[in-house]
């Protein structure tokens, strides 16, 4: 990359992102037929439907399974202030906000007094299982998965962007229930995105099933050679 043109390979991203001037819009990309004729306020909420037609099911299952709050207590997730304070101190500035127009650089900086309202409502929120309306909007650009978009449902993907206090309760489900779950179904041989792992030890495990499985099988010879002085044998692999 040190050797291509910047200038060259950023405008390649602008384009992909759609952030180029040159680049058509996306209502001129959508050719699906259910919504080629709709105005864009139309559009956009056709759109809006097919992204939350897959959650329909979910919504429903979690109404008829809602569970009691004794029940949830005892997988209650750490919202305590201290909790809730480290996360809003490592927030990143540069980061965009939600919805809500609520910055990361507020929340950082103002962690102090903001930690404790900001873990009583999380807290409550689990409790209760239920969300803030606030807390379920979001800023969603659609992406075509190519072109030119044929069907609204298949060949658009959702970029969401939610609020900045969304992503801090939501740290706090992944660190005490969702990444507890994943790490102990996962194979012991898994080493991407898992946490105090790295490329080393798989590539330290790739030349150990190299060697358990060229061990006495004929794949290797053996060849004795003596040591300059002659007194010593030692085998050499090749």
């Known amino acids: 990359m040190k050797e291509e043109n910047p200038r060259v390979w950023w405008k390649e991203v ?15 990309q959508i050719h699906a037929h259910d919504v080629q004729e709709l105005s864009p306020n139309d559009l956009a909420n056709a759109i809006n439907d097919a992204f939350l037609e897959p959650l329909l099911e979910y919504r429903l299952h979690q109404l008829l ?23 809003l101190s490592k927030l990143t500035l540069s980061k965009a906000s939600g919805p809500d127009d609520v910055p990361n650089w507020l929340l950082r900086e103002y962690a102090d007094p903001l930690a404790y309202p900001v873990s009583k ?14 807390r379920k ?15 609204s ?57 190299w060697a358990n499985g060229t061990d006495g099988n004929g794949a290797t010879a053996g060849v004795i050679r003596r040591s300059p002085k002659g007194k010593h044998r030692f085998p050499l692999v090749h």
């Open 14 to 28: 602008k384009r992909l992102c759609g952030a180029d001037q040159h680049s058509s819009d996306l209502i001129s």
């Open 65 to 87: 399974t809602r569970l009691p709050t004794d029940e949830i207590s005892s997988k209650f997730p750490d919202t305590s202030e201290l909790r809730i304070h480290k996360l």
């Open 137 to 151: 909007l979001a800023n969603v650009s659609p992406l075509p998965k190519k072109k030119p978009v044929n069907d």
């Open 153 to 209: 449902k298949k060949d658009l993907r959702p970029i969401s962007l939610t609020s900045c206090l969304s992503k801090v309760a939501e740290d706090c489900i992944v660190a005490n229930n969702v990444k507890p779950a994943v790490l102990k179904v996962l194979n012991l041989n898994q080493y991407g995105a898992v946490p105090k792992s790295s490329t080393t030890q798989a590539l330290i495990d790739m030349v150990h099933n």
């Open 121 to 134: 409502i999380i807290s409550a929120s689990f409790v209760e299982q239920r969300l803030p309306h606030t």
